[in-house]
């Protein structure tokens, strides 16, 4: 499945050679395609990832498409404007969407650790599963082992997909991934807790339960025993129940994780990565999009989220900021004045942003790309997804 | 952008704050992305002055620190690294800086508490020390939140170290900061007995005592708001200290009430804003106004959002210290003004 990341744009307007102008991101060609099956929206924390999935998913059912959306932490008001601030974990529909066109919407919000627990449960016998669930190493790993969400998101979108490919519930799935730091966490995740749940340490636990390695028995007994002075003896129990209780499910978490990743790489999958015109937020778009053809898997494009709406007139900031401190001398309280500081504010937040995105632009001129401006307010219904789903198509 | 400072930091310093002078841990939390590693920064440059050292420390693995103050990415060793804000006397402090990772900590602290010897370095070829770092419940946060401790009330074990007036840390996010903090609840259904223990006891102590205070960092907006309250509440029902809440990127006050009622309501006078650059030589076009006074909208619509969410924050009963949004964004000469900012409020 090593198929070459590409754009799935549409007819690309490449700008002129020597403006950093990056080839348009045309969503709604995106959505339309039947042979998009999963949309993925990844980025750093904040910038609107869950906003922008909802977004694509209400355009793509208003568009014809059968669509499911899987959301992260949504805000409150969005989840309850969606009918989702429920937790129990399988899509329910969203009311009020446009049907006129074929299409639905159904919704969901992950719950990482129940999809965790059913995991364990549809793996183990009832007895493990139980000693699994109430071991406090089991509660750590999943619920605050960093990455356990980025891996329950990708193994719920397994689900979804399997089921879906099943009875045809839905023609595309869209997925929004956890607030983390880094946009590169979603990928990195489920090797590093295969590798975690691989690590040197959990086989060495094992070792006594797996066979000869007799020669291991000196070092894990020093090993032990600097544990069992630092920690205590119970502590090296738990773990030990632990570890032994998982140790039959690791094979089956591994492959779980490699069919998702598959899945992933699939022609069929698009990721969408969303950043705001921030310097940290395009630097880690900028490692995920590398990331992304390192790992053959297919980017759609850039939407560069909450921008500043440039300012109309030729006047620049200078020239602002002059006339304003000129009326301020004889009106300390001058309407106009504030009127040109505020637009000088913007023309320099709007000249930064446009710095910003032509850096990214220079290093990756194929990406395609769209501009979604700050709305005034708060995303936090359907009708403000429309809004911000009619500007990510481009108007 | 120091020809606003007057516009924001000018309320007198309030009297919480005033009271804050002993404090030797200052804690920076909030929601992500709402400025903790900027906060933290300018608050340390705050404190330090008068020669007093001040210790910024990192515990994200992020680099943040480095970042910030155009430096090479840290090691797990204290650097000095930038001068203090002078006061008006002239004399300045210095920050250093730590990165602390789980990893050294937890080697650190076993060298200097126990005599593992062979033990130790077999702990780390065993993958032990990977296992407890990133597993094991609460172990990594008893050692980030230890070594914290441990540079706040240096002891003679550790040699030759820097002793520090204050120290500042650039916490996890709000979500995640009271289980950080609680270190002691944490453990308890784990390690109820043995050295962690103890030491996760003591370090509560510290933290719950006025010696330490944890600052919310949060923007006008409803999300950030809303997790600042939940936080709050959290860390209060933990027992754990709130100091104050850094409402940061706060947009320009450039328009007064009626103006900006004018602006939401569409009828600013046209006439008089055309007038006003005329007179001082302004060309304008229709397209110019009427950019002006969209732009007028927008911000006065925005403003409104910030305004009650304001009120929100100023709900919560804790004291405010607002600073500017610095349209050119975070330079070090930029954490500098907020540093000023900081101190001008009653912070640092
Ligand atoms: N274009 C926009 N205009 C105005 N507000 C926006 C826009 N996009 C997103 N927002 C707002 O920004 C906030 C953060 O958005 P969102 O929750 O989608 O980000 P996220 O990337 O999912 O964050 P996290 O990493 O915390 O999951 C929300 O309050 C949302 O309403
Ligand atoms: N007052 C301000 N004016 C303008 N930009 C700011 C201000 N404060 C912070 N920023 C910028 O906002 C971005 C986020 O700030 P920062 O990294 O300090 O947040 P954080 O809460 O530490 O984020 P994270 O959760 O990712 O650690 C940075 O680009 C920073 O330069
Ligand atoms: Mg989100
Ligand atoms: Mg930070």
Redesign the interface.
Known sequence: MASRPRSRTGPRTTGSPGTHEPPVLDVDALLDDPGTGIVVCTGSGGVGKTTTSAALALRAAERGRKVVVLTIDPARRLAQSMGIEELDNTPRPVQGVDTAAGGRLDAMMLDMKRTFDEVVLSQATPEKARQILENPFYVALSSSFAGTQEYMAMEKLGQIHRAAQADGSYDLIVVDTPPSRSALDFLDAPERLSSFLDGRFIRLLLAPARGPARMMTAGLSLVTGALTKVLGAQVLRDMQTFVTAFDTLFGGFRARAEKTFALLQNERTAFVVVAAPEPDALREAAYFVDRLSEDAMPLAGLVVNRASPSPTGALSADEAMAAASRLRDADPSSLTAGLLRLHADRSRLVEREARLRSRFTAAHPDVATTVVPALAGDVHDLEGLRQVGALLAGG | MSTRKQEFGARAPSAAASAWSHVRLHVVTG???TGKSTVAAALALALASHGRNVLLCEV?G?QGIARMFDVDPLPYEERRIASGLPRADGLPGHVHALHIDPESALMEY?AMY?K?G???R??D????I???T??????RDVLLTGKVFEAVQRNSRNKGATRYDAVVLDAPPTGRIA?FLNVNGELA?????????SQADTVMTLFRSPRTLVHLVTVL???PV?ETADGIAELRSVGLPIGGVVVNMVR?R???AA?LAAARAGT??RA??AA??E????A??P??????????A??A??RA?EDAQREVVQGLGVPIFELARE???IDLGSLYDLAAELREGGLG
């Not at chain 2, 990133?134 to 172990?139: D, E, L, M, N, Y």
């Not at chain 2, 397209?287 to 007028?296: R, S």
């Open positions: 929601k992500g992305g994200e992020r076993l126990y593992l062979r033990a130790g077999a702990l070829r065993f993958g032990v990977e296992f407890a990133t597993i094991a419940p609460g172990v289980q259904g784990l390690a109820k007995v043995g050295p962690i223990k907006e409803e999300m809303q320009p450039d328009l007064a103006d600013l006078d008089r804003v006003d650059l007179s001082v030589g302004v304008h076009d397209a110019l106004l009427d950019g002006l006074l969209a732009e007028a927008d911000h619509e925005r959002l349209p050119a964004g």
